[in-house]
């Protein structure tokens, strides 16, 4: 039995869909037992658990938790929800696999361990595909032309809010678990060292746009193990209302319906490339997808499937760190492509602001 929480959600009812049938039964949650109830009937056909519960009522969680092999959260805002369903899951012996997660869980969940379970957070597309698709293309690229000097990563897009994703932009930026502009240099992070690039054009981007310098905790642990001399990272964004309306917006549906205005007539798509160089050339992988929360999904599906399978060791992990990057590319089919070429040329964004330090 698998449980996914806020399984009728966005990224839930994809990531359920995926799951069921081919892996385990499912066991489907939410505050709302009648849309459970609705989901199981209808996309599901019948073949599935409706549970009605909230992940703030400790008794009901354990309940949802009892009996199940693996436990996927997709309820959100994780910045809300925290460590809450992991520890549930634990006690009540099962594994857990969260869409979302990373620093909002990481440190409570690593003080007090998995009490031998495993765990597998930021199993989505941001954070998760964007720490796990670098280390493929340094591997690729170690492998025929040396080590990787140089990381560029692009990712954004033009996509709805839901509501957990809306909460969970808001928390995470007062929270400031990344940092606005920083980037990565002689193997350390460097603060205020890149800025905003307004109205470019960018490859595989369908239109102009602006790419917003921002160094996540992913990032750096990426560019840590890669032992990266330099690293920039940018948030792009098709239309400057959501960025604008970021840090006055009151709540998550004001968030969600600027979003929704954005779209509105425009076809939406979301895009990740990187691009990492060595001493003789520069590759690129561009992944591709007109559904962001079905991408997240395929990757919450992926995990899910690879710790029932016991592929992933006991303890607590970072999607990137621990999942078959070459396996979890052959899992997107049908979702997002994906293209690794040389034929790009090196993208460069960066015109230096200034640095930390003494004159
Ligand atoms: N890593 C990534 O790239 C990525 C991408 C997209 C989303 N995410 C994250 O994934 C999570 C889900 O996002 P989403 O887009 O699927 O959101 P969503 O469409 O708003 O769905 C959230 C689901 O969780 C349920 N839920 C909310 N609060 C709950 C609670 N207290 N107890 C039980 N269930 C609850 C909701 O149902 P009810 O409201 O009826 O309870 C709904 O089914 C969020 O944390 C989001 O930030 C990650």
Same mark, same amino acid.
């Given at each position: 039995m698998i449980?996914?929480?806020?399984?009728?959600?966005?990224?839930?009812?994809?990531?359920t869909?995926?799951?069921a049938?081919?892996?385990?039964r499912?066991?489907?949650?939410?505050?709302?037992?009648?849309a459970?109830?609705?989901f199981?009937a209808?996309?599901l056909g019948?073949?599935?658990?409706?549970?009605?519960?909230?992940a703030f009522?400790p008794d009901?969680?354990a309940r949802?938790?009892?009996?199940c092999?693996?436990v996927v959260?997709c309820a959100?805002?994780?910045?809300?929800l925290?460590?809450r369903v992991a520890?549930?899951?634990?006690?009540?012996?099962?594994?857990y696999v969260?869409?979302?997660?990373d620093?909002?869980?990481f440190a409570?969940l690593?003080?007090?361990?998995?009490?031998g379970?495993?765990?597998v957070?930021?199993?989505?597309?941001?954070p998760?595909?964007?720490g796990?698709?670098?280390?493929?293309?340094?591997?690729?690229s170690s492998?025929h032309?040396g080590?990787?000097?140089r990381?560029d990563?692009y990712?954004?897009? $033009?996509?709805?809010?839901?509501p #957990?994703? %809306?909460?969970?932009?808001l /928390? @995470? =930026?007062?929270?400031e678990? +990344?940092a606005?502009?920083?980037g990565?240099?002689?193997?350390?992070?460097?603060?205020?060292a890149?800025?905003?690039?307004h109205?470019?054009?960018l490859?595989?981007?369908?239109?102009?746009?602006?790419?917003?310098?921002y160094?996540?905790?992913?990032?750096e642990?990426?560019a840590?193990d890669?032992?990266?001399a330099e690293a920039?990272?940018?948030?792009v964004?098709a239309g400057?209302?959501v960025?604008a309306t970021?840090?006055?917006?009151?709540?998550?549906?004001?968030?969600?319906?600027?979003?929704?205005?954005?779209?509105?007539?425009?076809?939406p798509y979301?895009?990740?490339?990187?691009?990492?160089?060595?001493?003789?050339?520069?590759?690129?992988?561009?992944?591709?997808?007109?559904?962001?929360y079905a $991408?997240?999904a395929?990757?919450? #599906?992926? %995990?899910?499937?690879?710790? /029932? @399978? =016991?592929?992933?060791p006991? +303890?607590?992990?970072?999607a990137?760190?621990?999942?078959?990057?070459?396996?979890?590319?052959?899992d997107?089919e049908g979702?997002?492509?994906a293209?690794?070429?040389d034929?790009?040329a090196?993208?460069d964004?960066?015109?230096?602001?200034?640095?930390?330090?003494?004159?």
């Amino acid at each position: 039995m698998i449980g996914v929480l806020g399984g009728y959600g966005a990224v839930g009812a994809a990531a359920t869909l995926l799951l069921a049938g081919r892996a385990a039964r499912v066991r489907v949650g939410g505050r709302d037992g009648a849309a459970a109830r609705r989901f199981v009937a209808g996309a599901l056909g019948g073949e599935g658990e409706a549970w009605q519960v909230d992940a703030f009522d400790p008794d009901a969680l354990a309940r949802f938790c009892r009996g199940c092999q693996v436990v996927v959260n997709c309820a959100g805002p994780s910045y809300l929800l925290r460590d809450r369903v992991a520890r549930a899951a634990f006690e009540e012996g099962a594994d857990y696999v969260d869409a979302a997660g990373d620093a909002a869980s990481f440190a409570g969940l690593a003080a007090t361990g998995t009490g031998g379970r495993t765990a597998v957070i930021s199993a989505g597309m941001l954070p998760g595909l964007t720490g796990l698709l670098p280390r493929h293309l340094a591997a690729l690229s170690s492998a025929h032309s040396g080590p990787a000097v140089r990381l560029d990563v692009y990712t954004g897009g $033009l996509d709805r809010l839901t509501p #957990a994703a %809306a909460g969970d932009f808001l /928390l @995470a =930026g007062a929270e400031e678990r +990344g940092a606005a502009l920083a980037g990565w240099r002689d193997g350390g992070k460097v603060a205020r060292a890149l800025t905003p690039a307004h109205d470019v054009e960018l490859p595989y981007f369908p239109g102009p746009v602006t790419a917003y310098p921002y160094l996540s905790a992913e990032a750096e642990r990426v560019a840590a193990d890669l032992g990266l001399a330099e690293a920039r990272w940018y948030n792009v964004i098709a239309g400057d209302r959501v960025l604008a309306t970021a840090s006055t917006a009151t709540s998550a549906a004001d968030l969600a319906r600027v979003a929704e205005l954005e779209l509105a007539g425009r076809t939406p798509y979301y895009v990740l490339l990187f691009q990492l160089s060595g001493p003789h050339n520069t590759s690129t992988l561009v992944v591709r997808t007109a559904d962001s929360y079905a $991408l997240t999904a395929a990757v919450t #599906a992926h %995990a899910a499937r690879a710790v /029932l @399978a =016991g592929e992933v060791p006991d +303890g607590l992990h970072h999607a990137d760190a621990v999942l078959d990057p070459a396996r979890m590319l052959a899992d997107l089919e049908g979702v997002a492509t994906a293209e690794i070429t040389d034929a790009v040329a090196p993208i460069d964004l960066a015109a230096p602001a200034f640095e930390e330090g003494a004159l």
